[in-house]
């Protein structure tokens, strides 16, 4: 790698994280590209390097052991680390075999934490380094039939903010990004697709917006951003009856 700031990014091969690999590289920084489809990475390192920065790729899947260990060693020496990597999923109690469960957790919750636990100490060591931890608006709202992904989503949102506050002063900065609905591939991957047309145009947002939040949220040194005005302005009435209700009811998961 050259003499660039170096940022690793987690899901970098499509939407949000690939989002982040694109700015971040125009903003000076060589880039650790992350996701488990190799083709994707390779075409995206390309791109960069029109950008004028150098690109590794680490092919893993991070809902193993073996994958987030992957991400600790490839992730030793970064300036900037996107926690961004994940996948959402609709389904009823009692219908996700335990193994799955497994997965799921250590892709958007444990993993996340192991990163972070392994990483953000040599970031305070040498006073210097940025932390973004993609959650979710599920962290916020209740989701029947995606109690597990809810829940995730709420586990690293809860351990972002108490992060932030215990490295302020130290040179490092954490910022929770907590995006609602997002045009990228993962609703389609994940059998959802049918929610393009349910939800209302007015409730989706684009990557660049997310990754906007997101580095306006590290420069004010705030441990929660929710992208999008409409998302904002919900916030605080999200556990209400009646926001329930509608938000169930337009959000409505088959």
């Known amino acids: ?10 899901g970098a091969s499509s939407g949000i994280g690939r989002e982040f690999a694109m700015m971040l590289a125009k903003s000076g920084y060589d880039i650790v590209a992350v996701a488990r489809r190799r083709e994707l990475l390779e075409s995206l390192a390309s791109e960069l390097q029109v950008l ?4 590794r790729v680490v092919v893993a899947d ?7 260990q992957s991400v600790i060693d490839a992730a030793s020496d970064s300036d900037f680390l996107v926690l961004n990597a994940g996948i959402t999923r609709a389904a009823r109690v009692g ?3 335990s193994d799955q469960i497994a997965k799921l957790n250590t892709l958007l919750a444990t993993g996340v934490v192991e990163v972070c636990e392994a990483i953000v100490p040599r970031m305070v060591q040498r006073k210097n380094g940025e932390v973004v931890i993609v959650s979710s608006i599920a962290a916020f709202t209740p989701m029947p039939k995606s109690a597990l992904y809810a829940a995730a989503k709420t586990y690293v949102m809860s351990y972002g903010r108490s992060l932030n506050l215990e490295v302020r002063g130290s040179g490092v900065r954490v910022c929770v990004v907590c995006p609602g609905y997002v045009r990228t591939e993962l609703h389609q ?7 393009r047309q349910r939800v209302p145009k007015w409730l989706w947002i684009n ?31 999200l556990g209400s009856r009646a926001v329930q209700a509608i938000w169930q009811s337009t959000t409505k998961r088959n």
């Open 189 to 195: 991957h994940a059998g959802l697709a049918h929610l």
């Open 207 to 237: 990557s660049h917006d997310v990754v906007r939040a997101a580095l306006s949220g590290l420069r004010k040194n705030k441990s929660v951003v929710l992208p999008g005005l409409v998302y904002r302005l919900a916030r605080p009435f």
């Open 95 to 97: 219908t996700t075999p």
């Open 52 to 55: 004028g920065a150098q690109t």
């Open 1 to 10: 790698m050259s003499n660039r700031q170096l940022a690793l990014i987690t």
């Open 62 to 68: 991070l809902s193993t052991g073996a994958g987030v």
